[in-house]
């Protein structure tokens, strides 16, 4: 008696030689696109999904040393994760920073840039912030730039 799901021979060595090198006339050819992003999978879903905000008002540069305001937001899904943060002059220096980390931040909150302001010229600020998660694997991503004004007393 004959398994049901046994097959009988139907071709010989010349037609497993043609499958294998895939030129029978009309079989399909079935290639899977090759992808240029090496995170692409499920994986990458939770890395495209880890993200944030940060926002600074605008505001006036006092004498002397100083404190501004920044709120931040961070989506890492329950990663271990840290963000930095850069207050940068009109001239492209970085003047002060910020650090919130998983474990003594939360996600949603809020922080301080301290600087003084006797070398600090008024003008168009920018806040640059570096996300970086960890979910087996090291992950950094830079947010999107903000910018504010500082203006002179």
């Known amino acids: 008696m004959r398994h049901p799901f046994t097959r009988t021979r139907v071709a010989g060595p010349v037609t497993a030689l043609a499958l294998a090198a895939g030129v029978l006339v009309g079989a399909p050819v079935v290639t899977a696109p090759a992808s240029a992003d090496p995170t692409a999978g499920l994986h990458s879903v939770e890395h495209q999904r880890a993200g944030g905000a940060v926002r600074s008002p605008d505001g006036t540069l006092e004498r ?8 931040y937001r961070v989506n890492a899904r329950g990663h ?3 963000q930095e943060l850069f207050l940068v ?12 980390w998983n474990g003594r931040d939360p996600a949603r909150g809020r922080g301080q840039f301290r600087f003084c302001g006797q070398s600090t010229q008024p003008g168009r600020f920018t806040v640059r912030a570096r996300l970086t998660w960890e979910d087996g694997a090291y992950h950094e991503r830079w947010l999107e730039r903000r910018s504010l004004h500082l203006r002179s007393r």
């Open 64 to 71: 002397g040393c100083q404190r501004h305001d920044y709120s």
């Open 80 to 82: 271990d994760w840290s």
């Open 89 to 100: 002059d009109p001239d492209g220096q970085q003047i002060a920073n910020g650090y919130e």
